[in-house]
Protein backbone atom coordinates (compact mmCIF):
# COMPACT_ATOMS: atom_id res chain seq x y z
CA UNK A 1 0.00 0.00 0.00
CA UNK A 2 0.98 3.60 -0.82
CA UNK A 3 0.72 6.04 2.20
CA UNK A 4 1.26 9.82 2.11
CA UNK A 5 1.86 11.84 5.05
CA UNK A 6 2.02 15.43 4.51
CA UNK A 7 2.63 18.31 6.34
CA UNK A 8 3.62 22.07 6.95
CA UNK A 9 7.12 22.68 7.83
CA UNK A 10 7.75 22.46 11.58
CA UNK A 11 4.67 19.46 11.44
CA UNK A 12 7.55 17.08 13.16
CA UNK A 13 6.43 14.80 10.23
CA UNK A 14 10.84 13.40 9.59
CA UNK A 15 10.35 12.49 13.43
CA UNK A 16 6.61 10.34 12.92
CA UNK A 17 8.64 9.22 10.26
CA UNK A 18 11.90 8.06 12.57
CA UNK A 19 9.26 6.27 15.36
CA UNK A 20 7.36 4.27 12.69
CA UNK A 21 10.93 3.23 11.31
CA UNK A 22 11.79 2.37 14.92
CA UNK A 23 8.85 0.56 15.84
CA UNK A 24 9.23 -1.64 12.85
CA UNK A 25 12.62 -2.22 13.47
CA UNK A 26 11.69 -3.03 17.26
CA UNK A 27 9.53 -5.84 15.62
CA UNK A 28 12.25 -7.19 13.51
CA UNK A 29 11.01 -6.11 10.30
CA UNK A 30 13.20 -5.10 7.40
CA UNK A 31 12.80 -1.55 6.54
CA UNK A 32 14.05 0.46 4.20
CA UNK A 33 15.01 4.49 4.81
CA UNK A 34 14.92 6.10 1.72
CA UNK A 35 15.55 10.03 1.20
CA UNK A 36 16.04 12.65 -2.60
CA UNK A 37 19.46 13.38 -3.25
CA UNK A 38 18.35 17.16 -2.86
CA UNK A 39 17.98 17.24 0.32
CA UNK A 40 21.15 18.24 1.92
CA UNK A 41 20.32 19.89 5.04
CA UNK A 42 22.65 17.77 7.58
CA UNK A 43 24.20 15.91 4.38
CA UNK A 44 23.47 13.65 2.14
CA UNK A 45 23.10 10.80 3.62
CA UNK A 46 21.45 11.68 6.89
CA UNK A 47 17.36 12.23 7.18
CA UNK A 48 16.80 14.18 10.10
CA UNK A 49 14.15 16.09 11.87
CA UNK A 50 14.61 19.60 13.32
CA UNK A 51 13.17 17.80 17.52
CA UNK A 52 16.62 16.19 17.05
CA UNK A 53 16.15 12.68 15.65
CA UNK A 54 18.41 11.04 12.88
CA UNK A 55 19.15 8.22 11.28
CA UNK A 56 21.06 7.06 8.13
CA UNK A 57 19.49 6.70 4.74
CA UNK A 58 19.41 3.22 3.29
CA UNK A 59 19.30 4.72 0.01
CA UNK A 60 19.57 8.54 -1.52
CA UNK A 61 17.25 8.51 -4.65
CA UNK A 62 18.88 10.47 -7.69
CA UNK A 63 15.74 12.45 -10.02
CA UNK A 64 16.49 9.69 -12.40
CA UNK A 65 16.98 6.80 -9.87
CA UNK A 66 14.53 3.68 -10.16
CA UNK A 67 13.08 2.92 -7.14
CA UNK A 68 12.90 -0.80 -8.03
CA UNK A 69 16.26 -0.72 -8.90
CA UNK A 70 17.97 0.76 -5.94
CA UNK A 71 15.58 -1.52 -3.28
CA UNK A 72 16.83 -4.33 -5.88
CA UNK A 73 20.65 -3.40 -4.52
CA UNK A 74 19.77 -2.78 -1.15
CA UNK A 75 18.41 -6.28 -0.98
CA UNK A 76 21.38 -7.72 -2.30
CA UNK A 77 23.84 -5.67 -0.43
CA UNK A 78 21.83 -7.00 2.59
CA UNK A 79 21.49 -10.51 1.70
CA UNK A 80 18.14 -10.93 1.64
CA UNK A 81 15.11 -10.45 -0.46
CA UNK A 82 12.96 -8.00 0.19
CA UNK A 83 12.01 -4.75 2.53
CA UNK A 84 8.54 -5.02 3.38
CA UNK A 85 8.09 -1.33 4.20
CA UNK A 86 10.37 1.29 2.85
CA UNK A 87 9.81 4.88 4.38
CA UNK A 88 10.43 7.92 2.32
CA UNK A 89 11.74 11.08 3.67
CA UNK A 90 10.93 14.33 1.58
CA UNK A 91 8.92 12.62 -0.80
CA UNK A 92 7.24 16.11 -2.28
CA UNK A 93 11.39 16.01 -4.05
CA UNK A 94 10.37 12.69 -5.61
CA UNK A 95 10.38 12.61 -9.45
CA UNK A 96 6.34 12.32 -10.78
CA UNK A 97 7.92 8.91 -12.63
CA UNK A 98 9.28 7.80 -9.16
CA UNK A 99 5.58 7.82 -7.44
CA UNK A 100 4.42 6.05 -10.54
CA UNK A 101 6.62 3.40 -9.86
CA UNK A 102 6.21 3.29 -6.19
CA UNK A 103 2.49 3.03 -6.37
CA UNK A 104 3.50 0.17 -9.26
CA UNK A 105 4.80 -1.92 -6.71
CA UNK A 106 2.67 -1.06 -3.45
CA UNK A 107 1.38 -4.52 -3.88
CA UNK A 108 4.79 -5.38 -2.91
CA UNK A 109 5.34 -3.35 -0.10
CA UNK A 110 4.35 -0.78 2.45
CA UNK A 111 5.57 2.24 1.32
CA UNK A 112 5.48 5.68 3.64
CA UNK A 113 5.49 8.87 2.02
CA UNK A 114 6.40 12.34 4.34
CA UNK A 115 6.43 15.22 3.08
CA UNK A 116 4.96 18.99 2.15
CA UNK A 117 2.24 18.98 0.07
CA UNK A 118 2.89 22.61 -1.61
CA UNK A 119 5.70 25.12 -1.67
CA UNK A 120 5.94 28.47 -0.41
CA UNK A 121 3.89 29.66 -3.03
CA UNK A 122 1.26 27.47 -2.38
CA UNK A 123 1.79 25.10 -5.14
CA UNK A 124 2.51 21.26 -5.42
CA UNK A 125 5.71 20.13 -5.94
CA UNK A 126 5.94 17.49 -8.68
CA UNK A 127 6.02 14.37 -6.02
CA UNK A 128 3.17 15.55 -3.92
CA UNK A 129 0.80 16.05 -6.62
CA UNK A 130 1.63 12.72 -8.05
CA UNK A 131 1.27 11.63 -4.37
CA UNK A 132 -1.83 13.00 -4.14
CA UNK A 133 -3.12 11.20 -7.17
CA UNK A 134 -1.62 7.90 -6.63
CA UNK A 135 -1.58 7.43 -2.91
CA UNK A 136 -3.91 4.72 -1.27
CA UNK A 137 -4.16 6.46 2.06
CA UNK A 138 -3.90 10.00 2.10
CA UNK A 139 -3.66 11.85 5.80
CA UNK A 140 -2.36 15.31 7.25
CA UNK A 141 0.22 15.30 9.95
CA UNK A 142 -1.65 17.58 12.43
CA UNK A 143 0.11 19.72 15.03
CA UNK A 144 1.90 22.50 12.80
CA UNK A 145 1.01 26.18 14.35
CA UNK A 146 0.88 29.76 12.95
CA UNK A 147 2.77 32.11 15.09
CA UNK A 148 -0.62 33.50 16.11
CA UNK A 149 -2.41 30.14 17.29
CA UNK A 150 -4.05 28.90 14.14
CA UNK A 151 -3.69 25.80 12.38
CA UNK A 152 -0.52 26.22 9.86
CA UNK A 153 -2.01 25.02 6.30
CA UNK A 154 0.77 26.96 3.97
CA UNK A 155 4.69 27.05 3.79
CA UNK A 156 6.44 30.13 4.25
CA UNK A 157 10.13 30.86 2.56
CA UNK A 158 11.28 34.19 5.06
CA UNK A 159 14.49 36.13 4.28
CA UNK A 160 17.30 37.16 6.27
CA UNK A 161 15.42 40.21 6.77
CA UNK A 162 12.41 37.90 8.30
CA UNK A 163 10.38 38.63 5.60
CA UNK A 164 8.02 36.11 3.58
CA UNK A 165 9.06 35.80 0.06
CA UNK A 166 6.95 34.73 -2.29
CA UNK A 167 8.99 34.49 -5.63
CA UNK A 168 12.30 32.39 -6.71
CA UNK A 169 12.95 29.07 -7.56
CA UNK A 170 10.67 26.59 -5.84
CA UNK A 171 13.59 24.44 -4.29
CA UNK A 172 16.19 26.28 -2.19
CA UNK A 173 17.72 23.69 0.40
CA UNK A 174 17.38 25.78 3.86
CA UNK A 175 20.99 25.27 4.91
CA UNK A 176 22.26 26.75 1.61
CA UNK A 177 20.52 30.14 1.58
CA UNK A 178 20.37 33.04 4.15
CA UNK A 179 16.63 31.42 4.36
CA UNK A 180 14.57 29.44 6.64
CA UNK A 181 10.87 28.15 6.20
CA UNK A 182 7.90 28.03 8.65
CA UNK A 183 4.70 27.49 8.69
CA UNK A 184 1.55 30.03 8.45
CA UNK A 185 -1.99 29.93 8.46
CA UNK A 186 -3.51 31.03 5.23
CA UNK A 187 -4.56 34.64 6.62
CA UNK A 188 -0.80 35.36 7.29
CA UNK A 189 0.72 33.77 4.28
CA UNK A 190 -1.76 35.91 2.16
CA UNK A 191 -0.26 39.09 4.16
CA UNK A 192 3.16 37.97 4.07
CA UNK A 193 3.48 38.53 7.74
CA UNK A 194 5.63 35.77 9.41
CA UNK A 195 5.37 37.03 13.01
CA UNK A 196 3.23 39.40 15.49
Not at 34 to 48: G, M, Q, S
Not at 93 to 111: K, N, P
Request: net charge negative; charged share 20%.
Amino acid sequence: MLHFYYGVMGSSKTAMLLMQRYNCLQQGFKVALVKPAIDTRIDANTVYSRVGLQAQADIVLEAGHSVREQLSWLAVRHAHNDFPYVFVDEAQFLTEAQVQEIADMSGEHEFYCYGLKTDFMGNFFPGSAALMRLAEDISEVPGGLCWCGCKATMNARVNGAGQVVKVGEQVLIDNQQSIRYIGLCYKHWKMGKAYA
